[in-house]
């Protein structure tokens, strides 16, 4: 008897879709003995998202919600593209969607549990709580998430400065079968976190000229230049007292408008950032959102909304710490 077609998991190219990945696979792997490969999807594949894994089998995670995924698993609350969609889903035997959860593997972990009788593995437990920790800014410090030393966070860094896109596939791989402390002490893996760290000192030093304005609690800043590094933290770091930074950065697809509240000053309050985002073909969680832009001017047009809609929402006491 020919052995079952392997699946083809995407997952969203960060660290809590990287982990759901790995997760998954090794789930699949032991409960239902389905093999798997890997790819990582961006928000740039969501314009032909109708049309997406044409002829695959194939599985989500950490992605928008696809009706034809064998295995679907989400915790963002703007998964769902269109009410048609949404309609669609149903918590199923190979269906999840928690948008409570602050990332995507506990939730896979969790699933599994329940409907498959797995016996999580603890280095996949370890790897969840961090995944927690990345994925919804739950670090104790804007020191922590800037110069953490653990394993988990120097991964998370090394996947900033990655040599290609499809490199994050080998991560997963690596993920599968080994624990964070194995993978951290990879060769690349270290020699993209040494970059990083350099990136992560350079952008902290030229983030200042690149703010617009720091008006009543929200930094807005363009740094579209190629030549200006990103770091995600950079506002919080020299503007501690502020709730919200709105941005634009450059990426692999485009430009990018890119929004996330002050985790240390607003905690469970404040707008939902992935919805305001959506309006522009984004999406996101209540903390963080972002979307990509047809070209600069619309990128720098759109940051500019959103950082007008969250101030007067502060000035309201709409979105409040």
């Known amino acids: 008897m020919a052995a079952a077609e392997p699946i083809i998991i995407h997952y969203h190219r960060d660290f809590d879709g990287m982990v759901s990945a790995a997760?998954?696979?090794?789930?699949?792997?032991q409960t239902k003995g389905i093999q798997s490969t890997w790819r990582g999807v961006n928000y740039d594949?969501?314009?032909n998202w109708e049309g997406f894994g044409a002829g695959e089998?194939?599985?989500?995670?950490?992605?928008?919600?696809?009706p034809r995924a064998e295995f679907w698993f989400d915790h963002h609350p703007t998964t769902f593209l269109t009410p048609d969609l949404k309609r669609q889903y149903k918590e199923t035997d190979r269906w999840r969607w928690d948008p409570k959860?602050?990332?995507?593997?506990?939730?896979?972990?969790?699933?599994?549990?329940?409907?498959w009788s797995y016996v999580p593995e603890e280095r996949f437990l370890d790897m969840a709580n961090w995944s927690d920790v990345v994925d919804a800014a739950l670090y104790e410090s804007v020191e922590q998430a800037l110069y953490g030393d653990q394993p988990a966070l120097r991964i998370a860094r090394a996947l900033l400065a990655g040599p290609a896109p499809d490199w994050s596939d080998s991560i997963v791989a690596a993920m599968k079968v080994g624990t964070l402390e194995e993978v951290a002490s990879?060769?690349?893996?270290?020699?993209?976190?040494?970059r990083a760290s350099r990136n992560r000192d350079k952008a902290l030093h030229q983030f200042p000229p690149t703010v617009q304005s720091t008006d009543d609690g929200v930094v807005l800043y363009d740094a579209s230049s190629n030549k200006i590094r990103r770091e995600r933290f950079a506002a919080f770091y020299h503007h501690?007292?502020?709730?919200?930074?709105?941005?634009v950065i450059p990426t692999r697809s485009g430009f990018h408008v890119t929004a996330g509240r002050n985790p240390w000053n607003i905690h469970e309050d404040g707008l939902h950032l992935g919805e305001i985002l959506e309006r522009y073909e984004g999406g996101g969680h209540r903390a963080v959102g972002g979307a990509n832009a047809p070209s600069l001017q619309d990128a720098r047009r759109i940051a500019g909304e959103v950082a007008r809609l969250l101030r007067e929402s502060l000035s309201s006491g709409a979105a409040s710490a």
């Open 186 to 194: 990879r060769e690349d893996v270290e020699r993209c976190w040494g």
């Open 101 to 115: 959860s602050p990332s995507c593997p506990p939730m896979i972990i969790k699933h599994a549990r329940e409907r």
């Open 23 to 29: 997760v998954l696979a090794r789930i699949l792997e």
């Open 57 to 66: 089998r194939f599985a989500v995670v950490d992605f928008h919600f696809h």
């Open 45 to 47: 594949q969501r314009r």
């Open 240 to 247: 501690p007292d502020s709730l919200y930074a709105v941005g």
